[in-house]
């Protein structure tokens, strides 16, 4: 790829999505090389580390907002986006300007094609965007960097940085296993690439195997290590669009919360979340009512989203991630009949999700769509799944647009409309309703 002349938001982020049609994964070598040639901007922020499979992002928004409720200035760097690409930079609870953006991105496109037309090593997308994260927050000078692995840990972008606060591992299932492993200790072994020496790394107890790895990781590098599991929360009430629950900590004792979400899986999330801010927070400056707060106030697009009245998307895109979908559902009080606007990407196990899905007995109708994106399933492929029930009730429908407005005009007073399968999805149903 040649250098281009590029002046403008709209231009920068073009050149970021051709990307993919050029340029292979680089070594961690190269990403390491190339973020000391932008002068090392990670060094100079206190970096939170965030990996896993299923609750990542969730797990990045709750330490977010218990931080800035605690007084914290904070820097979060997050995938995918949604709608817009500047999701993915958040300081002090803001996306950055289109106007910082583009600095942040020719400063990165300079160093690559300096003094060459055709460089030869050009960043990946993501490695793209990371650089850009780092230059952006340490002009910020945050008091913390919360960074989210785009996939796997050990190999990813984001773990080029030279030194860490905290890691945070959620949830291990089996995602990406043509790159990570096909058993949950391969992946969790890639997901324990980002522990460090001496850093502490909190960990949700998945099942042994993902534990063992986690454990003997951190204790082949010295670093203090703390499991989390179901054992440590606990459902006092589930009213519709909040959950009242308690997690269990070691310093703060047993701590009254409130979600205002409908999605209960967020309990396992922000239960991670809180046992991490107390292994960050050695000194305890953090108070209960600060965590309280942090946690009522979080909010974290595309998760259980309410985007119209009785209208929810979920980005649930793999096996995990739909079972803690249904669980929701099946706790959501919901009188009346549900239908499910669907969709999925054709690298995922979508039989198997498919099959949960319709297996679960929660949805009346099916409202079956293509997504714009290269990556997702066939009309033809979803809807043979689909025909395989006999019972099912779909239709097929050629754009995300016609399946909203068949499910909303088909809707009843009293019916409920999810929305889930893809992250992809998420994104264009809200597009959508944003125009």
Known sequence: MKKQCITTFEEAVQYLYQIPRFTGKNSMEDTKRFLHRLGDPDQS????????TNGKGSVCAYLRSILEAAGKRVALFTSPHLTD?????VVGGEMVSKEAFLDAFLRVYELVFQGEEEPDYHPTFFEYLFFMAMLLFSEEKPDFCILETGLGG?????????AKKLCVITHISLDHVEYLGDTVSLIAAEKAGIIRANTPVVFWDTCPETTAVFDEKALELGAPAVSVSKRDYRLLSFRNKSIDFSVSTRYYKDISLCLH?????????????????????TAHSITVEQIREGISGCFWA??????????YVDGAHNEDGVRAFLESVSLDGQAGRRSLLFSVVADKDYERMIDQIVSAKLFDKFYLTHMTTGRAISKEKLAACFGKYPDCHFRMYDTCGEALQAALGDRKADERLYIAGSLYLVGEIKELCKR
């Open 45 to 52: 922020m206190q970096v939170i580390h965030v990996a896993g």
């Open 85 to 89: 690409v500047r999701e993915r930079f």
């Open 154 to 162: 050990r190999l990813d972008a984001t773990n080029a940085v030279s």
């Open 261 to 281: 979400t409908a999605a209960a899986y967020q309990m396992e999330n922000a239960a991670l979340a809180v046992r991490a801010i107390e292994e960050l927070d």
């Open 302 to 311: 595309g998760r259980m989203e309410e985007i119209l009245p009785q209208v």
